[in-house]
């Protein structure tokens, strides 16, 4: 009964009707993912750039981060010396060289008048 005289047998019929059936399911597959293989690729290439961007930014901030590096290098250089003129002055003269740069601050200022007649008057000390 598979064989018959001119007709293709049973199985055959029934091969290409699930062969038929899988492509049909293939290509509806197909058609759900091309839309998302195309978002897919924009993201792919929006991030792409957003990583361009921030490797750039990293390499800047480096540079940034070595040059400061070098200025605290160079401030604590000269801080070291500094302090080491201070000593060596301090050593010959037997002075602070600090106390000559600042006004004597244990000495309190005194704003009150001379003249106690004129506080509050606003007359001259002849006049009464």
Sequence with gaps: MLFQQGKPPVFHHQMILMTTILMETHKQLIMEILPMLSVLGAEHS????????MNQKSDAAAVDNRILRADIETREQKYILLRLIKETVKRV???NPLQWARPNMGMPMNNTP????TTGTGLSPNRE
């Design 46 to 53: 929006t991030l792409l750039g957003r990583l361009g961007d």
């Design 114 to 117: 001379r003249i106690p007649s």
């Design 93 to 95: 003269t037997g002075v």
